[in-house]
């Protein structure tokens, strides 16, 4: 052969390895079937996992599903263990809000971590944590931080509005930022010094 010849004989043969080593076959063998998530890569799938945690059992109140989404040692707040655990921390929270949703912004994922972001909505028709049903409907913001190890999350923790909440239930003042003193009470800061 001659040398340019040869040359595309070789960029041929591994073109057509590489095609060749990702082609699928056109009929479908139901033993090597996969789920959705495991098709995807390792990241995108721990994101779905976490989506699906929010919206087919959080939001559906089917705390019972929780096995699918939370490992046996997961590790959570206040000690909380294993699906029951995980459980124990938003049973009183639906109790007490029945119609609570969690209604999903935005899902970042790195490697094993899914930072999910999210808005709490739901109206207090029972006691939560001492404090007596107010009938009234809350709206807060929050972020979940789940780590997840073999398509279930192994630890997590969340970060809400919980002064939002309380302002929302009517506990705190909306204006609880403001200054509480009295006209005339507040002094001027001295002006800072000059920067040489």
């Known amino acids: ?9 070789w ?15 056109n009929t479908p063998n139901l033993l090597t079937k996969k789920s959705k998530e495991d098709s995807m890569n390792p990241v995108e799938a721990n994101k ?18 929780l096995d699918q989404f939370v490992a046996e040692d997961y590790a959570g707040v206040n000690g909380a263990r294993g699906p029951a655990g995980f459980a124990s921390t938003l049973q009183p929270l639906i109790n007490a809000f ?31 944590q001492e404090l007596a049903a107010t009938g009234r409907k ?4 929050g972020i979940g931080i789940f780590t997840l190890r ?8 969340s970060y809400t509005d919980r002064l939002g909440f309380l302002q929302g239930l ?13 006209p005339g009470e507040l002094k001027k800061l001295p002006d800072p010094a000059p920067q040489q």
Not at 109 to 122: K, S
Not at 138 to 141: E, G
Request: proline fraction near 5%; avoid cysteine; hydrophobic fraction near 40%.
């Open 1 to 9: 052969m001659k040398p340019g010849i040869t040359s595309i004989f």
């Open 11 to 25: 960029v041929l043969t591994l073109l057509g390895a590489a095609i060749g080593s990702d082609a699928q076959p």
């Open 48 to 65: 779905q996992v976490i989506r699906n945690l929010y919206e087919t059992t959080l939001n559906k109140h089917q705390l019972n599903k």
């Open 98 to 128: 029945p119609d609570v949703e969690w209604h999903i912004e935005e899902i970042i994922a790195e490697r094993d971590n899914v930072m999910i972001r999210w808005t709490f909505r739901g109206t207090h028709l029972a006691t939560y």
């Open 138 to 141: 809350v709206s807060i913001y």
């Open 150 to 157: 073999n398509g279930k999350a192994v630890s997590g923790t």
């Open 170 to 182: 009517g506990v705190l003042p909306a204006d609880i930022g403001a200054p509480v003193r009295a």
